[in-house]
């Protein structure tokens, strides 16, 4: 079984839509959980980095860690065509390089006009 | 802020030639950098772990002698794949350590060897 799960996808939207993607994990020495976003042929960006449980806010963004479940969330309000990608949740033990993420394989998004 | 290049973006090499790719925190020092190997519509898969003046780190299966990777300043890692075959045909993605457990990547290096 791998430390992190999430679902591939292929998840498909209309414009506007609320966006939930979601990550499960099974080592409780996680604290630090990160989300990127992933276009096609292109190198990850960083997207939301969050620490033990609680939510985070960015713009239409919403970052939602639940320790007490193993669970995470990403919420994209009113999702945009230009949303379209693969996210990829990542977590670490540490607050440190030293400690390596460990990734989801990744949800692929479209938003459809 | 936290800008990675990676150079180049796009190579096509001869079987049995080697490949040398450079990436660079721009903005920012990077004490730590990673290299990435993905295949199309799969997921990341971590090569090796980069510390500045010290050897690579290489994950379980990852040939070192093949993947040579050297982390000389704190703004420059560079990946060398050795003596190529089709089968290391693949898009190569760097990232540099922000500080904290967050990563920032490079915009990736496609490569095919012929």
């Known amino acids: 079984q791998k430390e992190v799960e999430q679902d591939p996808g292929p998840l498909s939207v209309p414009e506007g839509a609320i966006v939930s993607l979601n990550c499960t994990y099974s080592?409780?020495?996680?604290?630090?959980f990160m989300w990127y976003r992933q276009y096609s042929r292109k190198g990850p960006e960083l997207l939301m980095y969050?620490?033990?449980?609680g939510n985070k806010e960015d713009g239409r963004f919403t970052a939602q860690v639940d320790k007490s479940s193993k669970y995470i969330s990403l919420f994209i309000r009113d999702s945009q065509p230009s949303d379209s990608a693969t996210y990829l949740c990542a977590m670490s033990a540490m607050n440190t390089n030293a400690g390596k993420s460990t990734f989801g394989d990744g949800t692929t998004l479209t938003v459809k006009p | 802020g936290a800008v990675v290049s990676q150079h180049p973006s796009w190579v096509i090499c001869k079987s049995g030639t080697s490949v040398k790719i450079e990436c660079r925190s721009l903005d920012f020092q990077a004490t730590t950098m990673f290299w990435y190997r993905q295949f199309p519509k799969q997921s990341l898969m971590l090569m090796a772990t980069s510390n500045e003046g010290s050897k690579a780190t290489y994950e379980q299966g990852v040939e070192k002698d093949k993947f040579l990777i050297n982390h000389a300043s704190l703004t420059l890692s560079t990946l060398t794949v050795t003596s190529a075959h089709p089968e290391d045909s693949s898009f190569y993605i760097c990232?540099?350590?922000?500080?904290?457990?967050?990563?920032?990547f490079g915009p990736g290096t496609r490569l095919t060897v012929t």
């Open positions: 969050t620490y033990s449980s």
């Open positions: 990232s540099a350590g922000g500080g904290g457990a967050e990563q920032y």
């Open positions: 080592n409780s020495a996680f604290q630090y």
